[in-house]
């Protein structure tokens, strides 16, 4: 049976700055594709990274929005890296469609790699945590894998494999405009619905995995650049890859900069400190303090 392709958004309401969810017709195959303009280069302009730091980080952020997103009510993603490498530790989190980010990184360090070094010699041996909070009265939930891959994509599917126990491909971009200097980010992730005929932890049906084949396979035929690129809305993105068998898009969720750093929090931060050690880092009655994730500085009176 043939399945007509069904293209519902218009390229006149594509956007920045959203995550779109998609389910391929006639099988059991569920995405979302995100693509990040201002949001992205926001968080990363803030701390003038080095390219190669900006660029995982960036894909870092599309990885949380893709993952967030996925969140029912207002709950919390943190999506952290810590390792070994020039950039011991990585952090993106995820909140009612907000987005903010932070990278540490070594200088010395990441100068000494190559022009374009992998996230795995960017991040070194370690691990990828990914904390869920759902809000209220649940309990969070924290999965961790080992950093054993080449791509924070690489990663992300070994986390679903062995903390959700589910068929997940991912593909994530981050680029730097050369003459703009402005930072863009996106990414895809498919997934294997589960088949409510069948009983928890049986094998995936032999259509199943023909479905999931062919969609992965032409999700990996798509380059980083399109991911990112301005001129190509998502859904004709979405369209050109499936649109044989037929892709299904439904409403867009906007996502924003949301770094949810204030006076009134850092001045709580300053009142849990010693009295000794809060005179000896005064300067002029007023204690500065700097937000890691948006580099803002804080004056509070002390």
């Known amino acids: 049976m043939s399945h007509p392709p069904i293209f519902i958004a218009s390229l006149e309401d594509a956007a920045d700055n959203q995550m779109l969810p998609f389910r391929i017709e006639g099988s059991d195959v569920r995405g979302r594709a995100a693509r990040l303009g201002m949001v992205a280069d926001q968080i990363l302009s803030a701390h003038n990274y080095p390219h190669p730091v900006g660029a995982v980080l960036g894909e870092a952020l599309a990885l949380a929005a893709l993952l967030g997103s996925l969140l029912k009510y207002d709950g919390k993603l943190t999506l952290q890296t810590k390792g070994s490498g020039p950039v011991p530790l990585m952090v993106a989190d995820y909140q009612a469609g907000g987005l903010r980010g932070y990278a540490k990184y070594d200088p010395a360090r990441?100068?000494?790699?190559?022009?374009?070094?992998?996230?795995?010699?960017l991040t070194g041996k370690g691990y990828l945590a990914i904390t869920l909070d759902p809000g209220g009265d649940m309990e969070s939930y924290q999965g961790i894998v080992a950093l054993e891959d080449a791509t924070l994509a690489g990663c992300a599917k070994r986390y679903f494999a062995a903390s959700e126990q589910t068929v997940t491909d991912v593909s994530l971009a981050a680029e730097k405009n050369p003459v703009t200097g402005h930072w863009r980010a996106g990414g895809l992730m498919i997934q294997l619905l589960p088949d409510g005929s069948m009983a928890p932890g049986q094998d995936v049906k032999k259509e199943q995995r023909e479905d999931w084949n062919r969609?992965?396979?032409?999700?990996?035929?798509?380059?980083?650049?399109?991911?990112v690129d301005p001129k190509l809305p998502l859904p004709d993105l979405l369209y050109r890859l499936y649109h044989e068998q037929g892709v299904r898009v439904f409403d867009p969720a906007a996502l924003h900069k949301d770094c949810r750093c204030s006076e009134e929090k850092m001045m709580a931060v300053i009142a849990s400190l010693p009295a000794e050690d809060i005179r000896e880092i005064a300067e002029e009655g007023a204690v500065t303090m700097t937000c890691e994730f948006c580099n803002r500085d804080f004056k509070v009176p002390v």
């Open 215 to 227: 969609a992965s396979i032409l999700m990996k035929s798509v380059k980083k650049p399109e991911l």
């Open 110 to 121: 990441v100068t000494e790699l190559q022009d374009a070094p992998s996230f795995s010699e």
